[in-house]
């Protein structure tokens, strides 16, 4: 009868130990996907290890758009008004991407320059992703828009 107590035991300490062991791989695994975007100031200070895959978030630099001879390839440099990155994107940008515009790529960093597989524009003129609008409040640059005036019917 002891014998039984203490095998039970054992099973029942092995399979916590399992549980708390998957428990911490699965929340390690979510750690770094748990955050939307990264801004370019946080990929320079801490840079991401070489072809791993993350989101970069900003805004698209004034007068630093240039499309390729290809007409498939754009490049342009997202900026969160300290520090700016380069980026490269092969295929068809959202109707509303357009400098000084909330963007988030999503791609690899290759010898400096962001290379995107996908870029998401911002969907409607009110709409700024919070993580965006948080990066620009912190670097003092973030300029809200104004109310909307009510509308009265004549």
Known sequence: MRLRKR????????GLLGLGTATVLVLNAFDDSLVFFHAPTDVMT??????RRFRLGGLVEEGSVTRQADGVTVEFRVTDTVT?????????LPDLFREGQGVVAEGTMVAGVFMARDVLARHDENYMPKEVADALKAAGQFKPDPPAL???RP
């Open 84 to 92: 700016s990155l380069p980026v490269r994107f092969t295929g068809v």
């Open 150 to 152: 009510p509308r009265t």
């Open 7 to 14: 095998q039970r035991l054992m099973a029942l300490g092995l």
């Open 46 to 51: 801490t840079p991401p290890p070489p072809e």
